[in-house]
């Protein structure tokens, strides 16, 4: 008689081919007919899968799109940037390109519908934004120590001040994020020597 830890689990073990598969199918469709285009049997039927396959991974076609835009969200890469203040400008220039793709004018559609108490949408937080503002804390605090800004920064306003104003950009859509706008938001922030 098998033990209780012998036991395999119910259900087909999932399968990155599989997953990769669902992703790829639900990418196409967003560039095709926008993230409403984006259903469970769409994709089903574009992935050659069955919607029990697609539920086992994600519980409802908002989650899906959602996943498959932060695949097509870069990581945040260490900048080689010596320069402090100049590795923070390419990390938000990076920011603002990302935005300007068609992928993340969609990310932009979604986040606004979405629940923000969501797993998706934490998990974008923490993907995208959280470890983005994390690397732009770490360049403002070395340029702190190294003298190029004043030591009474308040870390978390300039913060949420640079992040807030490209997300209220982005969510709005009133205007384009650009590397003109990074350089004003570094010095309505910082100041003038934040571009210099």
Known sequence: ???????????????????????????????????????????????????????????????????ALMEAVPEAKQSSQDDPL???RDLLYGVAATFN????????????????????????????????????EAHIARAIAAGRLPKDVQMDLVLDMIFGAVFYRLLMGHAKISKAFVDKLLIASLGQSAVN
Do not use: C
């Open 101 to 136: 793709d068609p992928s993340g004018r969609h990310v932009a559609m979604v986040l606004a519908s979405a629940d923000s108490s969501s797993e998706i949408a934490k998990a974008f937080r923490s993907h995208f934004i959280q470890s983005r503002r994390r690397e732009a």
């Open 86 to 88: 100049k590795a923070l």
């Open 1 to 67: 008689m098998a033990s209780e830890h012998s036991k395999k689990p119910r259900g087909r073990p999932r399968s990155e081919a599989t997953r990769q598969k669902i992703m790829s199918a639900t990418a196409a469709l967003i560039q095709e007919r926008g993230v409403p285009g984006v259903t469970i049997e769409a994709v089903a039927s574009a992935a050659s899968v069955g919607k029990p396959t697609i539920y086992r991974y994600w519980s409802n076609a908002h989650e899906l799109a959602m996943a």
